[in-house]
């Protein structure tokens, strides 16, 4: 269960009433809080914190929501660190006036893999051209770097879209953090965002000194390369708690993965105009489409991604509005698989062909049932157990099967194949040993102790300190595992090669294919020896490739 | 639950050390040994030379192949207690299965037992090692007396070979196949619907699986 803290100190506009943005409306009868509020309701966040000021609270509470008030951005910080300091759930931090689609806020809520993660943009930062939001680098979907209105950020490539969520262990750090920033609070000095590779200190100020300084006003925002120049192009006046906290962790030495906003809308609204367009964003994008998308697993074979997943969202789909669980559809994937071997253990053509088909369609349930618990984000261990455990079953319940038919198959016939028990049994045991070698590297290569990130403190105004030494290059790989590393991430980037890497190590869509087709047009013998031999020479390619990078 | 680096890296420990699937005679030797010995090299040798034996078995009168597990034995089991923290030592449990099911695979051949019966024995094996991967990928583990009761691949390989010895060949893989489809079945099965119905938390079995299953 996850505690949401939401920051609703920003105003629009100056004068004695400054309202805040957070009530800004969103559609004719909402505010964004309200649409915020009803969005983390859905997705079963009942726990949820607002901070604002003394002045606005009393609006807020009004509607009957729990009001934390300060006074200031240091009374903010030390309220978090509170929070955090007591947490024993996941935090979610972020602000009030945040335009959100539920898809993306419930993905992030749920990514238990990652113990602190932010939501955040790819961008460009042309030179005459000021972010309004905080800027970050990001490296291998971590954070490297994180830059507030105090801290600045070298040769950044993505923004902060202010949604940041810390899980336990890492609650203790951010409840340090925000300790140690509320006592920074109004003694540290502003930057401009961005600082250039090879820029030193003294440039810096000069830089600060003169063409920055105007630009700091917003004279330029106005050229904000974004899609609709009505998101997203007016600076927050407040202090940024968020993008605050998000440089602390950084600087911390936390690994804070950076989660992006693919086609979703993660958009922070400051302004009537900026509401509107966020609306109309947030509405142009088929969240049903899009969650249907991201069920299809991304990282499959090659026959898996042509021959089934093309259409097999259809039947997730379907199953869904069935009300079907993914449990049921494995127990189907199962039995058909069951009812394939029973055809391929008659003994004929027609029993072979039949089973095949089958055992096609077992396949095309089994990423089905996949694809339905992440479209209906039905989790449970149980249902991974039963996925894996009955993948292996349908795969040797086929092998049985087969060898049944080609015994019990008339002599002379083409499905006559001989006694392959033989063949079936060392087909089986080639086939777990290829798997448990997958699982014992997987084992030891999780083993592998993270180095520790480096920290920089939070009064350093840039984050120079991580610049690479002068003279490191990249190096040329050395030595046969670095070469197979190099080499291996190198054909990663070529289709064609990727693919060809895919298919040669007899993934499972590949051997459920070839096992219907070689079943079906020759015999079970045919089917076996096919198996071994792609099998083994599977087995060495994939050997040879971890033998080398674990001595690397 | 907090789960610190070091946590992190016993936990993945000792599941290479589970998945080796040692018996009660092999973690004995481990026992003597106190993890000084270290796993790859002599995993290997026994890999060679039950393969030697095992060749070297057919059509002959005498039975060397029956000293594999023996052999296999000596060389493996004392490095059971062995962190396994060599570069290549995750190389050691697909060797032990290597060994197990290919000894108890050529061992049923050349003994006549019948082959659906060696196939079913193998399948219950391969169930039995999934399920363990399978269970302490969530941190389910499997009770220290599931291993103790299933025998180990050193205990499977004894009884068949003592067996062979005998000439009731067929008997114990008849026996084993049904004793251990029983018990690794049954006590699966039963921690699994116990514990499995739990608030599901995103489970992705598929992550170390490089392969893609």
């Known amino acids: ?552 | 639950m907090t789960t610190t680096a070091n946590d992190s890296v016993a936990y993945h420990t000792s599941r290479l050390v589970a998945y080796r699937d040692d018996g009660l005679i092999a973690q004995t030797l481990g026992r003597l040994a106190q993890g000084i010995l270290p796993p790859l090299a002599p995993a290997l040798v026994a890999a060679g030379i039950t393969i030697v034996l095992v060749l070297a078995d057919v059509g002959v009168e005498a039975t060397p192949a029956l000293f594999a597990p023996v052999v296999a034995l000596l060389l493996t089991g004392p490095a059971s207690t062995h962190p396994h923290d060599g570069p290549l030592d995750w190389l050691v449990p697909p060797l032990i299965r290597g060994i197990e099911y290919g000894y108890l695979a050529a061992l049923g051949f050349a003994q006549d037992v019948s082959e659906p019966l060696i196939f079913v024995l193998i399948a219950v094996l391969a169930y039995h090692h999934y399920d363990t991967v399978y269970r302490t990928r969530q941190r389910l583990w499997p009770q220290p007396w599931v291993f103790r009761a299933g025998l180990g691949w050193d205990g499977r390989m004894l009884v068949a070979a003592i067996a062979a010895f005998a000439g009731i060949a067929p008997l114990a893989y008849a026996a084993l196949a049904a004793y251990l489809g029983v018990l690794f079945g049954i006590e699966s099965v039963y921690t699994w619907t116990r514990t499995g119905r739990g608030e599901g938390v995103m489970v992705d079995l598929e992550d170390e699986e490089e392969v893609g299953s």
């Open chain 1, 1 to 552: 269960m996850t505690l949401a803290v939401i920051v609703a100190t920003e105003t629009v506009g100056e004068g004695a009433d400054p309202g805040l943005t957070a009530e800004l409306p969103y559609g004719p009868d909402s505010t964004l809080l309200e649409r915020l509020l009803t969005s983390l309701a859905s997705l079963n966040v009942p726990d949820r914190r607002i901070i604002a000021r003394r002045d606005t609270a009393a609006l807020l509470r009004k509607d009957g929501l729990e009001v934390i008030e300060t006074d200031d951005l240091a009374g903010d910080l030390e309220q978090i660190a509170e929070l955090a300091r007591n947490a024993r759930q996941p935090l979610l931090i972020m602000h009030g006036d945040t335009v959100v689609s539920d898809e993306l806020l419930a993905r992030f809520i749920r990514d238990s893999k990652a113990p602190a993660s932010a939501v955040t943009a790819r961008g460009s930062f042309p030179e005459d051209v000021l972010p309004t939001r905080p800027v970050v680098r990001v490296h291998r979907a971590r954070i490297v770097s994180a830059g507030s209105r105090y801290h600045q950020v070298t040769d950044p490539n993505a923004v902060f879209k202010g949604v940041l969520r810390v899980a336990p262990p890492e609650t203790r750090a951010l409840a340090d953090v925000a300790a140690e920033m509320a006592d920074l609070a109004g003694r540290l000095t502003e930057m401009p965002p961005i600082r250039r590779r090879g820029d030193v200190a003294e440039q810096l100020e000069r830089f600060v000194d003169t063409d920055v300084e105007g630009d700091i006003d917003g004279s330029s925002t106005a050229a904000t390369p974004v899609t609709d120049l009505r998101l997203g192009a007016t600076a927050p006046r407040g202090d940024d708690v968020p993008a605050l906290l998000l440089t602390g962790l950084v600087r911390a030495g936390v690994r804070v993965s950076a989660r992006g906003t693919r086609i979703l809308v993660c958009e922070r609204a400051l302004t009537e105009d900026e509401a509107v367009a966020a609306r109309e964003a947030v509405e142009a994008v088929d969240e049903d489409k899009v969650r249907l998308d991201a069920a299809v697993k991304g990282n499959d074979g090659f026959f898996t991604t042509y021959a089934v997943s093309s259409y097999s969202w259809l039947l997730a789909r379907w199953a869904a509005r069935r009300r079907l669980t993914p449990n049921m559809v494995t127990s189907i994937s199962m039995g058909v698989a069951v009812v394939a071997a029973v055809w391929f253990a008659a003994g004929t053509r027609t029993g072979l062909i039949v089973g095949a088909i089958l055992l096609y369609f077992a396949f095309v349930l089994d990423c089905v049932d996949g694809q339905l618990a992440r479209y209906t984000r039905q989790f449970s261990t149980l249902g991974a157990w039963l996925d894996a455990t009955f993948d292996r079953g349908k795969e040797y319940v086929a092998y049985a099967g087969l060898a049944v038919g080609s015994t019990v198959a008339p002599q002379g016939s083409s499905v006559h194949g001989g006694d392959v028990w033989r063949l079936a049994v060392a087909a089986m045991a080639l086939q777990t040993c290829r798997h448990m070698v997958d699982f014992s590297f997987g084992a030891a290569k999780r083993r592998v102790r993270r180095e520790p990130l480096p920290v920089l403190p939070l009064t350093a105004p840039d984050d120079s300190a991580l610049d690479a030494p002068p003279g490191a290059t990249r190096s040329r790989p050395r030595g046969m595992g670095q070469l197979a590393i190099w080499l291996s991430n190198r054909t990663e980037k070529m289709p064609g090669l990727r693919w060809a890497k895919k298919i040669v190590i007899l993934p499972i869509g590949e051997r459920f294919a070839l096992i219907s087709l070689s079943a079906a047009l020759f015999n079970a013998k045919v089917t076996f020896v096919a198996l071994l031999i792609w099998g083994v020479l599977a087995g060495v390619y994939t050997l040879t490739g971890r033998v080398l990078r674990s001595l690397a």
